[in-house]
């Protein structure tokens, strides 16, 4: 039972970490726009804390992705739903420019080269 709490914990972790990184957030700067300390997302990243549910929902928020993926790392419609709201905001050419780019790396995932 703890193994699956730490794994579970672990991977949290690494999704926290992944995304903050992707977003070239600093520890300090994720948790100001969460509204936590610096303690905690660091505890967090390392699979060292349980969070609590605002916590969980305050990180999910600063870290535009769906509490759901934040806790299972399964993509949900919200997570669509926040995608669908920043490409809302693209101007028609960088929305074509963006189409293009998607519509090259399925074809390369098809290919088997990514």
């Given amino acids: 039972m703890i193994r699956i709490a730490n794994e579970f914990l672990n991977e949290m972790g690494e999704r926290i970490q992944n995304k903050r990184k992707r977003l070239r957030l600093s520890q300090e700067a994720l948790a100001e726009m969460a509204e936590i300390s610096k303690q905690t997302v660091s505890r967090a990243e390392n699979g060292q804390r349980e969070?609590?549910?605002?916590?969980?929902?305050k990180l999910a928020k600063a870290l535009e992705m769906?509490?759901?993926?934040?806790?299972t790392g399964e993509r949900t419609d919200n997570d669509l739903l926040k995608l669908d709201e920043r490409l809302k905001k693209l101007t028609e050419r960088q929305y074509q420019f963006l189409e293009e780019l998607i519509?090259?790396?399925?074809?390369?995932?098809?290919d088997g080269a990514v």
């Fill in 103 to 110: 519509r090259n790396f399925i074809e390369m995932c098809e």
């Fill in 51 to 57: 969070l609590g549910a605002q916590n969980v929902a």
């Fill in 66 to 71: 769906s509490t759901d993926f934040l806790l």
